[in-house]
């Protein structure tokens, strides 16, 4: 149910933003908007407790995000609320930048390295991505030293493991094939 419903409210303020031609400003300002709801659990369970009237849920949307945001996220913030959902705003935020991304041909990119590797080399690596990947590519990097050496790259669901680690697990992976 959670699936189809960030889907059907991600969707609808989606269309409402292109028709009104303000998608890409909505996009930034629903990152704004789902990280605030995700790090502040007691701000949702405030939104979502029936002891708080309509009226004062309203207001307190409009302390926090009143003149930050456009009418139009607001007032989905203040649907999505009615509508006793607000604990989905995180999700529907993230599908909302999903579907930005899509219609820009935006590819988030995960990259995981032993090392922090050089602006320079991040560039590099970002241009060659792009290239093969043929979109615009949004790179996001961590370091994870159990790799050994090498580099992960992970994106859409696919997996590009070059790690040492990797190696020697997919090796181990053999061994333990012929030895059972």
């Known amino acids: 149910m959670a699936d189809s419903l960030k889907n059907i409210y991600a ?9 009104q031609g303000t998608v890409k400003e909505a ?14 659990e007691e701000f949702v369970k405030v939104l979502r407790s029936p002891l708080v009237t309509s009226d004062e849920k309203k207001q307190l949307l409009e302390s926090v995000f009143g003149g930050r945001v456009s009418t139009t996220v607001f007032d989905f913030l203040c649907l ?30 995960s990259v995981v390295t032993a ?3 050089s602006d320079r080399l991040a560039e590099r690596l970002k241009a060659k991505l792009e290239a093969v990947l043929d979109k615009q590519v949004i790179m996001k ?5 159990s790799l050994i050496g090498g580099i992960i790259v992970k994106y859409e669901g696919a997996e590009l493991d070059s790690s040492v680690k990797g190696r ?13």
Not at 11 to 19: I, K, M
Not at 34 to 40: E, I, R, S
Not at 168 to 180: F, N, S, T, V
């Open 115 to 117: 090392m922090p590797i």
């Open 27 to 40: 996009a930034e300002e629903m990152e704004t908007v789902g990280a605030v709801f995700a790090v502040n």
């Open 141 to 145: 990097q961590s370091v994870d030293k």
């Open 80 to 109: 999505v609320t009615d509508k006793d959902r607000a604990g989905f705003i995180p999700q529907i935020c993230e599908e909302f930048k999903a579907l930005y991304y899509k219609q820009q041909g935006i590819l988030e990119v």
């Open 11 to 19: 969707q609808a303020v989606f269309e409402l933003c292109c028709e």
């Open 168 to 180: 020697l697990d997919r090796l181990k992976a053999q061994i333990d094939g012929i030895i059972a």
